[in-house]
């Protein structure tokens, strides 16, 4: 089955900085890969996603790459500030059977003033 | 923005207690979902429904765990003898359609903790 490594596991950036979430994939089947920020006691909220046929996806300050020949995607935040502050989730899905996402670990980032 | 709602947000029951967790999809959403996360821990796929049956579960969706769609609107998941290790945030998503990954929205999640 699929198998999403994330990292890095925490990240603690400066407001203003950037920062970025790196995710690999083992299934080159999969083909939808969407990233999800959790707050704590809360359920995963979709901040941005990308489909396979696409490389670059952008939505004003985060951005997602894609690179299917390596099988990995990254998430960029610019110009942090202290509500990105959260737990950051990829995933990976292969359409077909039972549209099952597979989760990274996840990476808590800290936003500090 | 229509959201997936889900109750209870909190509950605590003892070792081999029954327990009924409920959620209702976004109203013209055709698959759902239920996964989990123990603390600290990722998020697991548990299964997923569409049609009115199962269209694929994890390994750790055994014989204690089943779903069901009672109606038209809600959709459950229970958990038959729960066990101490059942304990985790369980989380109900819906999404539109099945082919070219939509959007799966989250809902907010149900502590289950045993004891």
């Known amino acids: 089955g699929e198998n999403v490594e994330q990292h890095p596991s925490t990240l603690s950036v400066q407001e203003g900085d950037s920062a970025v979430i790196k995710c690999t994939y083992s299934?080159?089947?999969?083909?939808?890969f969407p990233w999800y920020k959790q707050e704590l006691g809360k359920g995963p909220q979709l901040i941005i996603d990308?489909?396979?046929?696409?490389g670059e996806k952008k939505d004003q300050r985060i951005a997602v790459t894609l690179n299917k020949t390596a099988k990995h995607f990254s998430l960029h935040i610019t110009e942090t500030q202290p509500e990105d502050s959260a737990v950051y989730f990829c995933?990976?899905?292969?359409?077909?059977?039972?549209?099952?996402?597979?989760f990274g670990t996840g990476t808590q980032l800290k936003v500090e003033l | 923005e229509p959201e997936v709602t889900q109750t209870p947000s909190h509950q605590v029951t003892q070792m081999g207690q029954e327990v009924i967790l409920r959620c209702v999809p976004i109203s013209n959403h055709l698959y759902f979902y239920w996964y989990r996360q123990i603390l600290g821990q990722k998020v697991e796929f548990l299964v997923s429904f569409y049609n009115n049956e199962i269209s694929e579960k994890s390994e750790i969706f055994d014989d204690q765990f089943s779903v069901e769609r009672p109606d038209g609107s809600n959709f459950t998941l229970k958990i038959r003898s729960t066990k101490l290790e059942d304990s985790a945030m369980y989380f109900c998503?819906?999404?539109?359609?099945?082919?070219?990954?939509?959007?799966?929205?989250f809902g907010e999640g149900s502590w289950l903790t045993v004891v």
């Open positions: 299934d080159s089947a999969s083909n939808y």
């Open positions: 995933a990976a899905l292969r359409t077909g059977g039972g549209n099952k996402l597979t």
């Open positions: 998503a819906s999404s539109e359609a099945r082919i070219g990954g939509n959007t799966i929205y």
């Open positions: 990308i489909r396979s046929n696409v």
